[in-house]
């Protein structure tokens, strides 16, 4: 048996209510419907023997009156029908046999229906006036109710008639009620969902709310809850390793690199200060990546114009070291973005870095701005296999291990900043070959 707070407890039990509400207004509505369907017919057909009488009534030389051959068996029906027509003091000058009930006493101006109940039955009927030889008359004509099967076979025609679009409704708003009580139960979890999407290594701190949720469901919210807090857990430990062995590494790199200066052969030195190098790089960035992790990205506004300039300055003695060009296009107006400056110069300064690596020598690396926070960063070098483009910018990920030089975190820290800004990193092909970086920030104004 499901339980009070179960989804499908709910479903059911809000399901339960609109089949009920419906099962009580349905009927409501159709006997009112049918009714008022056959009360409109019943006073149709007296009204159309009222007319008869009145149209077709006379008088011979003696004064009585009489109706035409036929039109008494018409206004007789099948037997459920009787007439009484009377004078200005209430004595029946022609009437049916039996005769019927009369109607309470009283001059009449126009057609007016009455109900009379007696020991024969219960009657409805109309009475009007009519003139007979200039003389005013009443005519009554009843119907008794004992007889109804007369008219049943027209009232369900026309009942079936008039009620058939009103159940349709009837069924079509209950639907519509169902999709309501539904939705209405299953909105907790549609929600707990939502808030699930927003979840990424970059807000591991979100917890989905139990506020709500159905019995079934909450067992699942608090397991998936723990294991963010564990997840959560792991990350820390991951970064605060990383910062404590980045910091570590420090001071023994700085007292081998005064030893290596120190030493009197200077072959061996420069290999080891190229070593030297290679693992400061490295050490540097695994300091950026925990501060990236450590610290929530600030509400800053920085202009990529501005930065791409310091990145490209800041680089172009490595590029000429390197024996290649450096060139910076697009940079003439201010291009703000959401973004703070000194991400956005770590970012850049990796692309540049990574686009000199490997563009040959003598050719030329451009970094082009494009309106709306886009920053382009192009080699000519060998481009990026489509298979390997989204794993560069995975931490650690080398294509080649056993060759010496990074550790595979530059790319990762650019997709890292790009993250947590709001922002993308991604790879094409260039246009004449090699790689097109292309950084997108989120663009802002400089107010």
Same mark, same amino acid.
Do not use: C
């Given at each position: 048996m499901p339980q009070l707070n179960s989804t499908v407890w709910r479903i059911v039990a809000l399901h339960g209510v609109a089949i009920a509400a419906a099962s009580i207004l349905l009927p409501l509505m159709l006997a009112d419907r049918l009714h008022a369907t056959a009360q409109s017919y019943e006073q149709r057909l007296l009204k159309e023997r009222l007319a008869l009488i009145a149209q077709t009534l006379g008088a011979d030389s003696s004064g009585?009156?009489?109706?035409?051959?036929?039109?008494?068996?018409?206004? #007789? *029906?099948?037997? &459920?029908?009787?007439?009484?027509?009377?004078?200005?003091?209430?004595? +029946? %000058?022609?009437?049916? =046999?039996?005769?019927?009930?009369?109607?309470?006493?009283?001059?009449?101006?126009?057609?007016?229906?009455?109900?009379?109940?007696?020991?024969?039955?219960?009657?409805?009927?109309?009475?009007?006036?009519?003139?007979?030889?200039?003389?005013?008359?009443?005519?009554?004509?009843?119907?008794?109710?004992?007889?109804?099967?007369?008219?049943?076979?027209?009232?369900?025609?026309?009942?079936?008639?008039?009620?058939?679009?009103?159940?349709?409704?009837?069924?079509?708003?209950?639907?519509?009620?169902?999709?309501?009580?539904?939705?209405?139960?299953?909105?907790?979890?549609?929600?707990?969902?939502?808030?699930?999407?927003?979840?990424?290594?970059?807000?591991?701190?979100?917890?989905?709310?139990? #506020? *709500?949720?159905? &019995?079934?469901?909450?067992?699942?919210?608090?397991?998936?809850?723990? +294991? %963010?807090?564990?997840? =959560?857990?792991?990350?820390?430990?991951?970064?605060?390793?990383?910062?404590?062995?980045?910091?570590?590494?420090?001071?023994?790199?700085?007292?081998?690199?005064?030893?290596?200066?120190?030493?009197?052969?200077?072959?061996?030195?420069e290999a080891l200060r190229s070593d030297l190098e290679v693992m400061g790089r490295v050490v540097d960035q695994l300091l950026a990546l925990a501060e990236l992790e450590a610290a929530p990205p600030d509400a800053a506004v920085a202009d990529l114009s501005v930065v791409a300039e310091r990145v490209v300055r800041h680089l172009a003695p490595a590029a000429i070291a390197r024996r290649r060009e450096l060139a910076l296009t697009g940079a003439d107006a201010p291009n703000m973005v959401r973004a703070d400056p000194n991400a956005v110069f770590q970012a850049l300064r990796n692309l540049v870095e990574n686009a000199l690596h490997h563009a040959p020598e003598g050719s030329a690396v451009e970094v082009r701005l494009e309106p709306g926070g886009t920053a382009h960063v192009l080699d000519a070098g060998p481009g990026v296999p489509e298979t390997e483009r989204e794993l560069i910018f995975e931490r650690f990920w080398r294509r080649d291990r056993q060759r010496r030089g990074g550790a595979g975190l530059g790319l990762a820290i650019v997709a890292r900043i790009a993250q947590t800004h709001g922002g993308a990193i991604g790879v094409q092909e260039a246009s004449g070959g090699g790689a097109d970086f292309v950084l997108r920030l989120q663009p802002a104004t400089e107010g």
């Open positions: 009585r009156l009489s109706l035409p051959p036929g039109v008494a068996e018409t206004v #007789r *029906g099948g037997g &459920s029908f009787g007439y009484r027509v009377s004078d200005s003091a209430g004595r +029946a %000058l022609l009437a049916s =046999e039996p005769p019927p009930p009369g109607s309470p006493d009283g001059a009449v101006s126009r057609p007016t229906f009455f109900e009379a109940r007696t020991r024969q039955g219960a009657f409805t009927g109309v009475e009007g006036p009519a003139r007979v030889d200039g003389k005013l008359v009443r005519v009554e004509v009843v119907q008794n109710l004992d007889f109804p099967d007369v008219v049943i076979d027209d009232i369900e025609s026309q009942f079936l008639a008039h009620v058939g679009w009103q159940v349709a409704g009837v069924l079509l708003a209950l639907f519509a009620l169902d999709l309501i009580a539904v939705r209405a139960a299953v909105g907790p979890i549609r929600r707990a969902s939502l808030d699930a999407q927003t979840i990424d290594t970059a807000r591991l701190d979100i917890r989905l709310g139990e #506020r *709500g949720l159905p &019995s079934e469901i909450r067992p699942l919210v608090r397991a998936i809850n723990h +294991a %963010l807090d564990r997840l =959560e857990r792991g990350f820390r430990l991951q970064r605060d390793f990383t910062g404590d062995v980045a910091h570590e590494l420090r001071t023994p790199l700085s007292v081998m690199r005064l030893r290596v200066d120190a030493l009197s052969d200077r072959r061996a030195a």
